[in-house]
């Protein structure tokens, strides 16, 4: 349950107002509390009021979320102690930033996968590797190794019941050989399943990922995997043309190259904190 910071200053400052109120009125020689004293006790209350709800929250909901949940409420309490309500946002918003640059492992695939909250990822082997590496729970992920539009419809069927706000697609690594380096009849697969995505799920936002860039080595060893500027590019016009989002990441892996496997395709785990990046951005997480 996300935390209302405007209702909850809000709620503060009419709890002051309140109290100055009664002390006003308060008889001569009576103890008057003043804003600097409640102002401690009013946040702790409201704070715990949240830290309580979030925790009855974490008995029913995925365990992959209660680590994040947990620092993020007790700092929130930890912060209201202080009884500074305007330290209380900026230390909240800097344990966020923090669990994100990985104070920890388990923070940061935490930070994921809370950002990725209602929303999935469908793809192939390349995709698989969001849950594999534990960035994203299999809850998020519709995957499978050799993916492709022509056998994989089910995963746009499972993802699209699953009703998401967001759902991100990354085909194309596959399909570049199974369509023999025809990209326009990849685009009009492509086309009919996310048409079928939207139709199941008309409130989802549908976003699409560019094919990764391969290796000099990896078209070298498989000659059609060159097509795959030119299969983005299609995928690029099919988003403007359909309004969809373009997930634009072929410059990631070039820029690491050490990131790259050894087939020149799939990526070591530190690859997919960038990807997931290029969709926050896009998708406004």
Not at 138 to 145: A, D, E, N
Not at 261 to 266: L, Q, S, T, Y
Not at 268 to 282: F, G, H, K, T
Request: glycine share 6%; with cysteine.
């Amino acid at each position: 349950m996300p935390v209302n910071f405007a209702l909850v200053l809000s709620m503060v400052m009419d709890k002051m107002e309140s109290r100055k109120n009664m002390n006003n009125k308060a008889p001569e020689g009576a103890t008057k509390v003043t804003k600097r004293g409640a102002l401690p006790g009013i946040v702790l209350g409201l704070f715990l009021v949240i830290f309580v709800s979030h925790l009855m929250s974490f008995n029913s909901s995925d365990d992959s979320y209660s680590s994040y949940e947990l620092k993020v409420n007790q700092q929130q309490v930890a912060a209201a102690q202080k009884g500074d309500v305007a330290s209380v946002e900026k230390e909240i918003s800097r344990m966020d930033a923090s669990l994100k640059s990985g104070d920890s492992a388990s923070g940061k695939r935490a930070w994921y996968m809370e950002r990725f909250r209602n929303c999935v990822v469908v793809g192939d082997s390349l995709t698989e590797g969001l849950s594999v590496y534990q960035w994203l729970s299999k809850k998020q992920v519709f995957s499978s190794v050799g993916a492709s539009l022509i056998n994989d419809e089910k995963l746009f069927k499972k993802a699209a019941a699953t009703y998401p706000k967001a759902a991100f697609f990354a085909f194309g690594m596959n399909d570049m050989g199974n369509y023999r380096g025809n990209a326009k009849s990849f685009i009009a697969r492509y086309e009919k399943l996310l048409a079928g995505v939207h139709k199941k799920s008309p409130k989802t936002e549908i976003y699409v990922c560019s094919i990764s860039t391969p290796t000099k080595g990896a078209i070298k060893r498989k000659k059609v995997l060159k097509n795959y500027k030119q299969f983005n590019k299609a995928i690029e016009e099919m988003c403007k043309k359909k309004g969809y989002t373009y997930v634009d990441g072929v410059d990631i892996l070039p820029k690491h190259k050490s990131l790259y496997a050894g087939d020149g395709i799939h990526a070591a785990s530190a690859y997919y904190p960038m990807w997931m990046d290029r969709m926050i951005e896009e998708a406004d997480l």
